[in-house]
């Protein structure tokens, strides 16, 4: 079992900025391509970006491209969302994910985290 845990959500005014970590630990996560999905309230749990084990090939959602960076250390089995720009459309809860498969979809990752509350003001 690898074990996910997100910190660095909270309220942000539009504009602004956060960094979400996810670290990771348990079972070894390597290999693993590790992802950001966000659910907002009354809307479904949507991809918002993904970074393979190498680190050098990253995926994100349309909506979110320019403005949020996704990045890891493998050393400190961890992983980053950098979110800038932010948009109260962007308020959700943010969950990490990491599994052994490449993809969008929420079936492609095994191990979820219990998610942080991003909450951007307008």
């Known amino acids: 079992q690898v074990q996910l845990v997100e910190s660095g959500g909270g309220l942000v005014q539009a504009g602004g900025s956060l960094r979400l970590s996810c670290a990771a630990s348990g079972r070894t996560s390597r290999g693993y391509t590790m992802a950001w999905f966000r659910q907002a309230p009354g809307k479904e749990r949507e991809f918002v970006a993904a970074?393979?084990?190498?680190?050098?090939?990253?995926y994100y959602a349309d909506s979110v491209k320019g403005r949020f960076t996704i990045s890891r250390d493998n050393a400190k089995n961890t992983v980053y969302l950098q979110m800038t720009s932010l948009k109260p459309e962007d308020t959700a809860l943010y969950y990490c994910?990491?599994?052994?498969?490449?993809?969008?979809?929420?079936?492609?990752?095994?191990?979820w985290g219990q998610g942080t509350q991003v909450t951007v003001s307008s």
């Open positions: 994910a990491g599994g052994p498969s490449r993809g969008v979809s929420e079936a492609a990752y095994n191990y």
């Open positions: 970074i393979w084990w190498s680190g050098i090939s990253t």
